[in-house]
């Protein structure tokens, strides 16, 4: 590979750029990471240093200190990383006793294999089953994008629970309020995470119960390593993982009143993913699990990784990292799009967390936010919800588009035709009869025409009712088809067809 090295995205970039690292790439194809030196650290070319990546990354991370420590983490994976013991998938649900009864999927509590097939009816009435936690794509906010690791404090998260309620996003269906990476000081004594004083004086339990006040849940950052990511790669020495420590941790969280578990790979092991599944059900609280299973490519998906992801945790990240730039939004959309079969009711594909409101343009936003409802994606926003524009707040609380990412049947929409290039569309089986989203989505830099046809998205050839749901709008009965004309360079023309019965 002479010089060349795969480095993690952008955000090492700099890192590399100003220290002048050594970056080990083996070429090995499995991510065997061994020793803690930055110069062994293993084949994806992962660097310890303390760097600092403009847009999302690590920026400013007090206490970073450059190049120093490794990751610390010995062993292989791949080989020995893929075993996940059957029959656990029931793991992730809750013992809930609201009044949506049990969901019939199976697939999410059977531990059987995936197959993608039907969800079955989710939340038929009355029942007093258990509920099915994620039974459909979470909704909420995450700290990570717009204030990264030194932003994060319980100023902060208490301020966005406020606006959960003042802006209308509760009410839209936002429920977790989650605290990613550098929330943490290191671990007591008794070997018992601790969170940063200084950014949380009152202290986790007291935010939980901040935020269950308003009828909101919680989420934490976690890894299955003995550093967090912005240990890793931002030199933040307090992030410490949780390898070896699931039980103690998993029970922490619950007796904090943890609801939600964001878990980083972060050049963690695998197998490890399902030991903090475990430690998590036996804590009896229902706890959302999601997983990132890779550090960077090859990603760990439904269709391409060792982890039997649905038996594993109720969702899983496709890809690495976005940041606020039309291109991400494509490249995650790319990274999910043949991931389809692999959502259902209790099991989603993580494209990554929301960029609205950070940098994109209003119509960019736009069409991020309609691909991720298209794709039953999870709807958690990254920015500043104490002071989103008009448009950014009439996006994020669309709610017949955020209905389409609701929709109980669970299904992930995908492409069923390119008429054209850089021209997509997109369909979404919705629940009831012969209804169907469609987005007609121009990745391109001009404004286009783009048609769905009925054939394509399995409905019946005949009339069929069209509504703009951007627009909020009918727009009647077609034959056969729809056009969209003049759909904007960078948007998304979303669309509900219900065809007679
Ligand atoms: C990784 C994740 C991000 C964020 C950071 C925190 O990069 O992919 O979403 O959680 O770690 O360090």
Redesign the pocket.
């Known amino acids: 590979m002479g010089n060349l090295m795969i480095i993690r995205g952008s ?1 090492l970039a700099l890192a590399v750029a100003s220290i002048g690292l050594g970056c080990a790439e083996s070429g090995s194809s499995t991510d065997s990471v061994t020793g803690g030196a930055s110069s062994s650290a293993g084949s994806r070319g992962a660097i310890n240093a303390g760097g600092s990546k403009a847009g999302g990354g690590y920026t400013n991370i007090a206490g970073a200190t450059q190049g120093s420590g490794g990751a610390g983490v010995s062993g292989t994976l791949g080989a020995s990383g893929g075993a996940v013991s059957a029959g656990n998938g029931g793991a992730l649900l809750s013992a809930g006793s609201t009044s949506g009864g049990a969901s019939n999927g199976g697939a999410s509590g059977t531990g059987g294999t995936h197959t993608g097939g039907s969800a079955g009816s989710a939340g038929s009435s009355g029942g007093a089953g258990p509920t099915l936690l994620g039974a459909t794509p979470p909704m909420g906010w995450n700290s ?1 994008n717009a204030y990264n690791c030194n932003g994060l404090n319980e100023t902060v998260v208490k301020s966005m629970a406020d606006a959960f309620i003042s802006t209308g996003m509760k009410d839209a269906g936002y429920e977790y309020v989650n605290l ?2 550098c929330w943490m000081d290191g671990r007591d004594a008794s070997g018992k995470l601790k969170w940063s004083a200084s950014k949380f004086p009152s202290g986790i339990p007291a935010l939980a119960e901040y935020i269950h006040g308003k009828g909101l849940k919680i989420g934490i ?1 976690e890894t299955p390593n003995t550093k ?3 240990g890793l790669y ?1 030199g933040y020495t307090a992030g410490v993982g949780s390898v070896g420590h699931e039980t103690i941790d998993a029970q922490t969280f619950a007796s904090w009143g943890i609801d939600y578990l ?1 878990y ?1 790979k ?1 050049q963690g092991q695998l197998s490890a993913f399902a030991v903090m599944r475990d430690a998590l059900k036996a804590t009896g609280r229902p706890i959302f699990y999601s997983i ?1 299973p890779a550090d960077q490519g090859p990603f760990c998906t439904p269709t391409n990784c060792s982890l039997n992801l649905p038996q594993t945790a109720n969702m899983w ?1 496709v890809g690495f ?1 976005i940041s606020a730039k039309w291109s991400e939004v494509i490249r995650l959309i790319d990274a999910n799009k043949e991931q389809y079969a692999g959502a259902e009711p209790g099991h989603w594909n993580d494209p ?2 929301l960029e609205v409101g950070n940098g994109l343009n209003d119509v960019e936003g736009r069409a991020h936010f309609s691909m991720w409802a298209i794709m039953a994606a999870p709807l958690i926003t990254g920015n500043d919800l104490t002071k989103m524009s008009a448009a950014t707040k009439a996006t994020l609380t669309n709610a017949e588009v955020i209905a389409v990412d609701q929709d109980p049947l669970g299904k992930q929409g995908r492409v069923v035709a390119t008429p054209g290039t850089n021209l997509e569309v997109w369909s979404k089986e919705l629940s009831g009869s012969n209804r169907r989203a469609v987005a007609l989505f121009n990745r391109g830099s001009a404004s286009a025409s783009i048609t769905v046809q009925w054939s394509q998205i399995g409905l019946a050839t005949g009339a069929a009712s069209v509504r703009d749901l951007w627009a909020a709008k009918d727009l009647g009965s077609f034959t056969d088809s729809y056009t969209a004309s003049n759909v904007a360079s960078h948007s998304v023309v979303m669309i509900k067809v219900v065809a007679a019965p």
């Open positions: 955000r990570w990613d990476d950052y967090t990511c912005a931002g964001k980083d972060c990132n990240r990292d990554d967390m």
